[in-house]
Structures are given as structure tokens and as C-alpha cells.
């Protein structure tokens, strides 16, 4: 018996003990730690030997650098979203320019030199921007030239590192060589060894691991228990390059403007008339420069007789210069393509200015199409840096922000100009579906508020209108006419309009229906419309008034504006 009992507990022992060393295995497999290694050029979607990943503070974004003749490029469009949008490709001339405060900088395309606008040039050791297929890169050496950010590249796994600011972080120290896997888990791909000693950035922190970024830019997990002396660090930014003050020719009173529409040279004689009944008025901006062709030659009904008048009656002379009044085959996009035409029409303008004894340029550029924008903003650029080496106050006319029109950029014009004037009107113009107020309230305090996000308070001026529109609907289409304040009242007292006040329009309304149906109507521009405007005005505390145009008021609207000038 016993010899058959025995046989039998050795064959369940040893089916134990396999069973045992099974289970063994399956624990060990399941608890011990992968040795796999990540694709490294799969983790960062390298796609050829120039195509390099980009990690932007501590985040790996979409946007792809190249390495070429072992220098670093990033597309133009990333170096201005992600380090420095004064940059500007001059792609009609072929160029890159940077703009500083003091001179313009020009570098042709697939060329390692330069040269400036003072004289001055010099030469790199690789190509400062060039073209790759339909796409312009610019080398972040000569980026760096211009803008503080600091990056470091890492060439066998192409990758850079970009730090643009230098916000809190934590750290923590590795405290026994580990390994830093691609995702939480034992069993997760290793993107390389740390070393104890290592520091990363603690990312985020999570129950067992934590996502940290190493020392030449690996994001991924380590083990919690691998990690000590964690505690907030502030890192020293790097601040290579100190831009150059952009300087503001501004007047320690508020600004009251008033447009004064010159349509040639007789339209000079009308100066005094236009201002006989005004009071407070210390500028005039007659329009009296038109770009009147693409290669930057100007037409001018300046005059130095009306200057030396205007200064006799205690008036600055900011003359216009606008892209709408000349030549009607006039192309605004070809004239401001180019960097010769645009230098033309500068250097013309501003050297009759100082014959003249003009005190101000005022840029009115209107309907310029949002391709054209950052040929727009670097014109401004250019114009700036003229007027500030010739002492004169540079403003510039823009419509009311709106997201459409983005591209005027009013934040560059808030640091390159002296005053930027917001034309606080044509809520509803001649071409609108609908008739409506040219300037309701709520569009101008919107208007004042969006500027101010963008613009600083002390530069700011918004233009009122002194016109109105008089509107006519029939037969579901809709027409207008712009006309001055006296002629409305006339029209209203002419036609037994009874006009009551809107609150949200903050106007004199008034309608009546002709006796062909025509619906008639009016949204007045008064004294009572316009101090609701200047009460806007003055609690947002801007820079001053300007007016479009004079001529068109009332003499009681000078009271009203007198009160906000001198309040």
C-alpha cells in the first residue's frame, strides 16, 4: 500500500512545485520592470534626417524645425506666432526685415549678409533665412539677434529645446538610477536611463509616477519613490538682447483734433471759416497727402501759408497722408510690397514736413486687404522711425477693432506711434443692408474699451462724427446720405419728425413714412449725442477727441467738447 501512495504524493508534489514555478514566472512577469526600449525617432514623428521635433517650455508642439549645415531653422510663420512677430518677409523684394526702433535691417533670402538703413552691415555664418519648396525658414541664431528665448538642440534624436519665458517650476532630484518610460508603468517602453543625481521637472503628479521632463528634453514617467528633494525653482531668464526704447513724441494736454477735408490746393483758403466757431481745438489735420502711385510718388496741397496761420491761431498741423484720394488704378498692395516704393513716399513726405514746418503725420490707410496686413504694419514701422529722428508727432487713423480686422495690429501701432485715433463712426454706412446709427453709443464704448486692450490709455484718441446719415427703405432696398448736423435738424423740422431719445443708441431718433411708402429715418447726431460720447471717453480716461470733419458741427457741439478737453 505504502509503495503506491508514494508515487502518487511525489507526482502531486511536483505538480505543485511547476505549478509554483509557473505562477513564479507569471508574477515576476507581470511585476518586473519592461526593458523595451521606445522608437525614439518614433516618439518624436522624425520623418528625415533635417526634420527636428520641438519642445516649447515643457510641451512638445505641432509645429517642426529643420536642421540644415548644422544650423537650426524654424518656419517664418512659427519664429512669429512662437518667438518674434516683427520679422517681415518682403516677399515681393525677396527679403527679411527687422524693424528696431532707430533703423531697418534687410537681409536678401539664401544670403548670410545684411545691411542696414544707417549704413551699417555684416555677414553670418550660415544663410539667414531660406526658402524650401514654398516654405521660409529663418536660422534661430540670427532669430536670437533680435529676440530673448534660449534653445538647445539635440542631434541624435533631433529635437530642440525652446524656453520663450521662465515661470516657477518644480524640480526634484533622481535618487537611484532609474529609467524614464514613455508612459506610467513598469511595463512601459524606456525613452532613456536618469542617472542618480539627474534633475527633472516635475510635471504632473500622480499616485505612483509622475510626469517629468529630463535634462535634454525627454518627456515622460518615473516612479515616484525615485524622486527627492522636490521643491520650486525660478530659472534666471536669458536676456541677450535688450530691444531698442521706442520712444513717443506725445503732448502733456488732451488731444482735440479736428479733420479738415482739403481737396486741393483752394480747399487751403477755407481755414479760418472752418475754424471760426471752434473752441478748444489745438490740432488741425488737413488731407493733404495722397500716394499717388505704386512706386511711392506722393501728390501735396501742403501749404506754408496755412501753417504759419494755423500756428498763429495757437494750432498744431498733423497733415494727412491717405491711399484713397489719388489715382484711381492706385494699387495699395503693390505700393506697400515693395521697400523702395514705401521709403519714397516716406522720405518725400517727411522732408516737405520739415520745410514746411509741419508738426505731425497723420497715416490715414483705409480697405486694405488682410493679405497686405503685415506689409501695412511694417509701412507704419518704417513711417515711425522717420518721424521720431524728425521730431514729429506720428498718428494713425484706424476703424473701430473689430475681429476682422486684426491685421492693423493695434498693439505694434501702440508701441511704434505716438497717438493711434480710433474712427469712432460708419456703424451703418452708404453700402449697409440696414439702415441704423452711424455711431451708437455701445459701438463707440466698445470700440474705446477693445482699443485699450491693445493700446495704452495715454495714446489713444477716438474721432467722433459730425454728420449723420438720413436713411430711406422702399421696396425692401435701402439708401442714405451722409449729411452735416445743421442740414439734419433742418431735414427733421422740415419733415414734423418728432424725435424722442434711445437710451441704447444714446441718440435722437426720429421716422416717418412718405406718402410712396418710403420709410424715412434718422438717428441724430446732436449736443446730446455727442456728450454721451465724450462721458465714455472721459471715464476710460484716453488721450483726447478728433472729429470727421469740420464744417459739419453745430457750434453748441464745441461746448460740449471744450468741457472734456479742459475737464
Known amino acids: 500500500m505504502k509503495q503506491k501512495v508514494l508515487p502518487a504524493i511525489f507526482i502531486i508534489v511536483l505538480i505543485l512545485v511547476i505549478g509554483g514555478i509557473y505562477a513564479g514566472q507569471i508574477v515576476y512577469q507581470h511585476y518586473s520592470y519592461s526593458s523595451e526600449r521606445a522608437d525614439l525617432n518614433d516618439y518624436f514623428d522624425i ?32 519664429v512669429q506666432k512662437y518667438l518674434n512677430d516683427r520679422f517681415y518677409y518682403g516677399i515681393a523684394d525677396n527679403t527679411l526685415i527687422y524693424t528696431t526702433a532707430t533703423k531697418i535691417i534687410t537681409a536678401e533670402i539664401g544670403s548670410n549678409s545684411w545691411t542696414d538703413s544707417e549704413g551699417g552691415s555684416g555677414s553670418e555664418d550660415y544663410v539667414i533665412a531660406r526658402n524650401e519648396g514654398d516654405t521660409l525658414y529663418l536660422a534661430l541664431e540670427y532669430v536670437r539677434k533680435y529676440t530673448n528665448f534660449f534653445y538647445q538642440g539635440f542631434g541624435e534624436y533631433n529635437h530642440i529645446q525652446l524656453t520663450t519665458s521662465w515661470p516657477e517650476e518644480t524640480v526634484a532630484t533622481i535618487n537611484k538610477n532609474t529609467q524614464l518610460r514613455l508612459r506610467g508603468g513598469v511595463k512601459s517602453e524606456i525613452l532613456e536611463d536618469l542617472l542618480k543625481g539627474d534633475t527633472v521637472v516635475v510635471l504632473e503628479e ?49 488731444i482735440n483734433l479736428g479733420f479738415h477735408s482739403v481737396a486741393g490746393a483752394g480747399g487751403n483758403d477755407t481755414l479760418l471759416s472752418g475754424i471760426e466757431n471752434t473752441k478748444g481745438l489745438n490740432v488741425i489735420a488737413p488731407t493733404w497727402y495722397n500716394i499717388a502711385s505704386e512706386d511711392g510718388s506722393i501728390r501735396s496741397f501742403a501749404s506754408s501759408s496755412y501753417v504759419k496761420t494755423a500756428h498763429d491761431k495757437g494750432l498744431e498741423v498733423w497733415a494727412v497722408v491717405d491711399n484713397f484720394n489719388g489715382d484711381s488704378e492706385f494699387s495699395t498692395s503693390e505700393f506697400l510690397s515693395h521697400a523702395s516704393n514705401r521709403q519714397n513716399a516716406i522720405d518725400q513726405i517727411v522732408a516737405e514736413a520739415l520745410s514746411l514746418g509741419i508738426d505731425g503725420i497723420n497715416l490715414d490707410f483705409e480697405m486694405i486687404a488682410s493679405a497686405d496686413g503685415q506689409s501695412f504694419v511694417e509701412f507704419v514701422r518704417e513711417f515711425s522711425i522717420a518721424c521720431r529722428k ?51 453709443l455701445t459701438y463707440v464704448e466698445n470700440g474705446i474699451i477693445n482699443t485699450l486692450k491693445e493700446v495704452d490709455a495715454s495714446k489713444v484718441i477716438n ?14 432696398k435701402v439708401s442714405s446720405e451722409a449729411v452735416g448736423m445743421q442740414t439734419a435738424k433742418e431735414y427733421v423740422a422740415n419733415h414734423g419728425i418728432e424725435m424722442t431719445w434711445d437710451a441704447d443708441c444714446g441718440q435722437n431718433y426720429g421716422e416717418f413714412t412718405s406718402s410712396d411708402g418710403t420709410l424715412n429715418q434718422i438717428w441724430m447726431e446732436d449736443a446730446e449725442s455727442i456728450r454721451a460720447k465724450l462721458t465714455a471717453m472721459k471715464s476710460n480716461g484716453i488721450a483726447g477727441v478728433a472729429a470727421w470733419r469740420l464744417g459739419y458741427e453745430t457750434p453748441d457741439i464745441w461746448d460740449e467738447i471744450a468741457e472734456f478737453v479742459n475737464g
Do not use: C
Open 47 to 78: 520623418t528625415d534626417a533635417e526634420d527636428t521635433a520641438i519642445i516649447l517650455g515643457n510641451e512638445r508642439i505641432e509645429e517642426r524645425a529643420r536642421l540644415i549645415d548644422g544650423f537650426y531653422y524654424m518656419d517664418f510663420a512659427s
Open 206 to 254: 500622480l499616485e505612483n509616477w509622475s510626469k517629468v521632463k529630463s535634462a535634454d528634453s525627454y518627456i515622460g514617467y518615473v516612479e515616484n519613490r525615485r524622486l527627492s528633494d522636490i521643491k520650486t525653482s525660478t530659472p534666471s531668464p536669458v536676456n541677450d538682447y535688450v530691444e531698442e526704447e521706442y520712444t513717443s513724441i506725445t503732448r502733456d494736454h488732451k
Open 390 to 440: 524728425s521730431g514729429l508727432v506720428f498718428s494713425i487713423d484706424n476703424y473701430v477693432p473689430m475681429h476682422f480686422n486684426d491685421y492693423y495690429d493695434l498693439e505694434e501701432q501702440g508701441i511704434v506711434a505716438d497717438y493711434v485715433i480710433i474712427m469712432g463712426y460708419d456703424e451703418h454706412y452708404a453700402g449697409s443692408a440696414e439702415a441704423g446709427s452711424v455711431a451708437s
Open 463 to 476: 474721432a467722433l462724427p459730425f454728420y449723420t446719415r438720413i436713411w430711406h427703405t422702399s421696396g425692401g
